[in-house]
């Protein structure tokens, strides 16, 4: 049943989210009902599981091709960097989820930010999963490994959010790591958040590279949509 399994998803990431935020905020500060944390989870879990469920229902194809694991199924000549690479960014987000309220509770690196800021925060993290989640709906293609679909008959997608930049699946997951920083009230993890930004950098020379070779046309996308994350900037 596509909108049951649109639902059950995200929740795998938003249960992880919700351990490595309030674990280690219950044992340093006895913080079990972090107010922010909860909120967080509670905006974050309810915007994925409805975009889960509309990609599921309203995209199927869409949501098929996110479904499979950081590894490309065998013959789908993923390139090892990417594999190896995911793994990574896998791993550094479980980190960074945990050092939000190690740095909030105890090592208090920075001063937090002010309401407005942790107010735009939370505006930031929904405005991600709505942008990522729309990418995702406006092409079936933007699977989570980089691998050959040719197969599958992709084509190079310059409609939609893809006419304004190359990568808006990725834009979205930034405002959403940038958002849920500041949102939580952590500037260190905004700053730990560049991490994410210098692998997304990464991993879109890669995939590029990737699609230059494999899709004739997307030489001549990218000449016409230059920004990669931005529009016009970056």
Same mark, same amino acid.
């Given at each position: 049943?596509?909108?049951?399994?649109?639902? @059950?998803?995200? &929740? !795998?990431?938003?249960?992880? $989210?919700?351990?490595? %935020?309030? =674990?280690? *905020?219950? #044992?340093?500060?006895? +913080?079990?009902?972090?107010?922010?944390?909860?909120?967080?989870?509670?905006?974050?879990?309810?915007?994925?599981?409805?975009?889960?469920?509309?990609?599921?229902?309203?995209?199927?194809?869409?949501?098929?091709?996110?479904?499979?694991?950081?590894?490309?199924?065998?013959?789908?000549?993923?390139?090892?960097?990417?594999?190896?690479?995911?793994?990574?960014?896998?791993?550094?987000?479980?980190?960074?989820?945990?050092?939000?309220?190690?740095?909030?509770?105890? @090592?208090?690196? &920075? !001063?937090?930010?002010?309401? $407005?800021?942790?107010? %735009?925060? =939370?505006? *930031?993290? #929904?405005?991600?999963? +709505?942008?990522?989640?729309?990418?995702?709906?406006?092409?079936?293609?933007?699977?989570?490994?980089?691998?050959?679909?040719?197969?599958?008959?992709?084509?190079?997608?310059?409609?939609?959010?893809?006419?304004?930049?190359?990568?808006?699946?990725?834009?979205?997951?930034?405002?959403?790591?940038?958002?849920?920083?500041?949102?939580?009230?952590?500037?260190?993890?905004?700053?730990?958040?560049?991490?994410?930004?210098?692998?997304?950098?990464?991993?879109?020379?890669?995939?590029?590279?990737?699609?230059?070779?494999?899709?004739?046309?997307?030489?001549?996308?990218?000449?016409?949509?230059?920004?990669?994350?931005?529009?016009?900037?970056?």
């Amino acid at each position: 049943m596509p909108l049951l399994k649109g639902l @059950l998803a995200p &929740l !795998p990431f938003i249960v992880v $989210a919700g351990v490595l %935020l309030l =674990a280690p *905020a219950g #044992i340093l500060a006895g +913080a079990w009902t972090w107010p922010r944390a909860w909120g967080f989870l509670a905006a974050f879990g309810l915007s994925s599981l409805a975009g889960s469920a509309t990609l599921a229902v309203a995209a199927p194809a869409s949501f098929k091709v996110r479904q499979q694991g950081l590894v490309a199924a065998k013959g789908k000549r993923q390139p090892l960097i990417d594999a190896v690479g995911s793994v990574f960014y896998a791993l550094y987000t479980m980190a960074w989820f945990a050092f939000i309220p190690i740095d909030v509770f105890r @090592l208090r690196l &920075l !001063p937090p930010p002010g309401a $407005a800021l942790s107010a %735009l925060g =939370a505006a *930031a993290t #929904i405005a991600g999963v +709505a942008v990522a989640y729309a990418a995702l709906a406006q092409n079936r293609f933007a699977a989570p490994t980089i691998h050959d679909q040719t197969s599958e008959g992709q084509r190079v997608i310059d409609t939609g959010l893809y006419a304004l930049v190359r990568h808006p699946f990725y834009a979205g997951m930034l405002l959403v790591y940038g958002g849920a920083a500041l949102w939580l009230g952590s500037y260190a993890a905004l700053i730990g958040a560049s991490g994410f930004l210098a692998m997304t950098l990464a991993r879109i020379v890669i995939e590029e590279a990737y699609l230059r070779q494999t899709l004739p046309a997307y030489a001549g996308y990218a000449r016409r949509v230059r920004g990669r994350l931005v529009p016009y900037l970056l």
